[in-house]
Nanobody
Framework: QVQLQESGPGLVKPSQTLSLTCTVSGGSITINNYYWSWIRQPPGKGLEWMGAITYDGSTYYSPSLRSHTSISRDTSKNQFSLQLSSVTPEDTAVYYC????????????WGQGTQVTVSS
């Protein structure tokens, strides 16, 4: 049973870069045919898919976030990470990492989520 766990600072100042890491256990992030995604949910709003990295390191991003989002991985630690630059208070959300077999959908495994607040 794969498990995902998000980690990172809970408070980020406006204009800074938000950095989160997802640590995966119970399965390798290099296993064929899986997408490893970041998803967020702002307060009072629905889930927003941000982007994903695949088993071979290819990356995909939401068009609306592409310009200031970067997803990378560290296969030696079985982790993948999110960097969101130039954040504003509108980036305040619960951030989740998740695994799926299809891009942007069919998420079978989720982390518990981590609250990130953007505020000075």
């Amino acid at each position: 049973q794969v498990q995902l766990q998000e980690s990172g600072p809970g408070l980020v100042k406006p204009s800074q870069t938000l950095s989160l890491t997802c640590t995966v256990s119970g399965g390798s992030i290099t296993i064929n045919n899986y997408y490893w995604s970041w998803i967020r949910q702002p307060p009072g709003k629905g889930l927003e898919w941000m982007g994903a990295i695949t088993y071979d390191g290819s990356t995909y991003y939401s068009p609306s976030l592409r310009s200031h989002t970067s997803i990378s991985r560290d296969t030696s630690k079985n982790q993948f990470s999110l960097q969101l630059s130039s954040v504003t208070p509108e980036d305040t959300a619960v951030y989740y990492c998740a695994r799926s077999t299809l891009l942007e959908t069919d998420f079978g495994s989720w982390g518990q989520g981590t609250q990130v607040t953007v505020s000075s």
